[in-house]
C-alpha cells in the first residue's frame, strides 16, 4: 500500500511507480515506445527530438541518431505486453540521461498542474494530499479528459472528500493506483 502522498518528492517517487521507469525505451500497455515515466515516443524521429541525452549503455558513449532511431525500431517491434519494462532490455543498446529524463518529467508534472488549475481554481486552497491526487488524474488524462470529472469537481467543491474519492476512478489504470489516489483524497476528512 502506498503512503498518503503530501510532498512533491512523495509525489514525483510514487509518479514513477504508477507509471513505470526507464532509461532505455519500452512498450507501454497500449504498445506505444515510451521512455522514462510514461514519456510517449511518437516516432524515431520524436525519438532522436526528445533530445534525452542518450548513451550507449555498455560504452557510455554519445549515441547517433541513426543508433536512437535503431533502438525505437527495434523496441516497436518487440512483443507488446511485457512488463516491468526491463523485459525490453535485451531490445535496446541505449539509456537516456536521468537528469534529462528528470527534467522532461518535472515539465509535465508543471502541465499537469496548470491543467490541474484551469480544471479547479480551487486547486491550490485543497489540502496536499488531494492537491496531488487530482495532479495525478491531471497527469494521466489531461486537461481534456480531467474536464469529463464534472461529478468529482462538485465533490470537490463541496469538500465532500468521501464522495471526490469515488468519482477519482480511471478506467486503463491499475486498481492500486486508483486505490491510492482515493486515499490521499479521504486522507483530508482527517
Do not use: C
Not at 506505444?32 to 510517449?40: A, F, Y
Not at 495532479?135 to 468529482?152: I, T, V, W
Not at 469537481?153 to 464522495?163: N, T
Amino acid at each position: 500500500m502506498s503512503p498518503i502522498v503530501t510532498t512533491e518528492a512523495g509525489f514525483l517517487e510514487q509518479l514513477k511507480r504508477f507509471e513505470g521507469f526507464a532509461r532505455h525505451m519500452y512498450l507501454d500497455t497500449r504498445a506505444n515506445v515510451t521512455i522514462g515515466t510514461g514519456l510517449l515516443l511518437a516516432s524515431a524521429d520524436a525519438a532522436v527530438a526528445a533530445d534525452l541525452g542518450f548513451t550507449e549503455r555498455q560504452t557510455g558513449a554519445p549515441a547517433t541518431d541513426a543508433a536512437v532511431r535503431n533502438d525505437y525500431d527495434a523496441v516497436a517491434g518487440a512483443p507488446p505486453a511485457r512488463y516491468p519494462p526491463s523485459q525490453y532490455l535485451p531490445y535496446t543498446d541505449l539509456v537516456a540521461s536521468l537528469a534529462a529524463l528528470n527534467d522532461e518529467l518535472a515539465a509535465r508534472v508543471d502541465t499537469a498542474r496548470n491543467d490541474a488549475r484551469a480544471y479547479d481554481a480551487r486547486f491550490d486552497d485543497y489540502p496536499a494530499s488531494v492537491r496531488y491526487g487530482l495532479l495525478d488524474l491531471a497527469f494521466n488524462l489531461g486537461r481534456p479528459g480531467l474536464l469529463e470529472y464534472r461529478r468529482l469537481r462538485a465533490a470537490l467543491h463541496e469538500g465532500d472528500w468521501a464522495s471526490a474519492a469515488e468519482q477519482s476512478y480511471r478506467y486503463g489504470v491499475q486498481d492500486t493506483r486508483n486505490q491510492a489516489i482515493a486515499r490521499w483524497i479521504r486522507a483530508a476528512t482527517g
